[in-house]
T-cell receptor, first 119, second 113 residues
Framework: GAGVSQSPRYKVAKRGQDVALRCDPISGHVSLFWYQQALGQGPEFLTYFQNEAQLDKSGLPSDRFFAERPEGSVSTLKIQRTQQEDSAVYLC?????????????????FGNGTRLTVT | TQLLEQSPQFLSIQEGENLTVYCNSSSVFSSLQWYRQEPGEGPVLLVTVVTGGEVKKLKRLTFQFGDARKDSSLHITAAQPGDTGLYLCAGAPWGGGADGLTFGKGTHLIIQP
């Protein structure tokens, strides 16, 4: 497919379980972002990759959150020992651009997200 | 932290009416984007405005970037039920860099037939 693909679409986890969320960006896109979107809110930045390098992880809410993109393509967001406050939609986006000054030439393409519910 | 305030937070109007939603910040952005998000889907880019004072039109939607590059508005003429959705503005940090876009909390728009 031509778009950003995320899996699973839905994930229900019991509190304390670990989860792994996958993102397949558009082929050739250098930049990859993870966002967290709470119900009724706008997306909040979690982390950014340029190819395989994680250049910014300032938005990760705690050390239970870990993201990787080992080969510069597929990325995985892992949440350890999930808590109820982790319940949200996790969105992945990719872009050709490496510098946001050029965003108008290379916009973000979002996946449909993974809805995580922690019970 | 660059915050974007969107207003109104919720808006429900009748088909055929006009509306304007706003996106305001105390920070300067190099560019500002508007996205539309439908339930169960990711945001989809509508437009990017780059130059202060810039106006862009997309059919019945008119987007404006403030002269000082701190605010933006989206005006919809003759709204239709298909315009229903969450409208998000997002700013790119001034000076570039690899930081993620800063999103507003969105305006939930409902157009009633």
């Amino acid at each position: 497919g031509a778009g950003v693909s995320q899996s699973p679409r839905y994930k229900v986890a019991k509190r304390g379980q670990d989860v792994a969320l996958r993102c397949d960006p558009i082929s050739g896109h250098v930049s990859l972002f993870w966002y967290q979107q709470a119900l009724g809110q706008g997306p909040e930045f979690l982390t950014y990759f340029q190819n395989e390098a994680q250049l910014d992880k300032s938005g990760l809410p705690s050390d239970r959150f870990f993201a990787e993109r080992p080969e510069g393509s597929v990325s995985t967001l892992k949440i350890q020992r999930t808590q109820q406050e982790d319940s949200a939609v996790y969105l992945c986006a990719s872009s050709l651009s490496t510098v946001f000054r050029d965003t108008h030439n290379s916009p973000l393409h979002f996946g449909n997200g993974t809805r995580l519910t922690v019970t | 932290t660059q915050l974007l305030e969107q207003s109104p937070q919720f808006l429900s109007i009748q088909e055929g009416e006009n509306l304007t939603v706003y996106c305001n910040s105390s920070s300067v952005f190099s560019s500002l984007q508007w996205y539309r998000q439908e339930p169960g889907e990711g945001p989809v880019l509508l437009v990017t405005v780059v130059t202060g004072g810039e106006v862009k039109k997309l059919k019945r939607l008119t987007f404006q970037f403030g002269d000082a590059r701190k605010d933006s508005s989206l005006h919809i003429t003759a709204a239709q039920p298909g315009d229903t959705g969450l409208y998000l503005c997002a700013g790119a940090p001034w000076g570039g860099g690899a930081d993620g876009l800063t999103f507003g909390k969105g305006t939930h728009l409902i157009i009633q037939p």
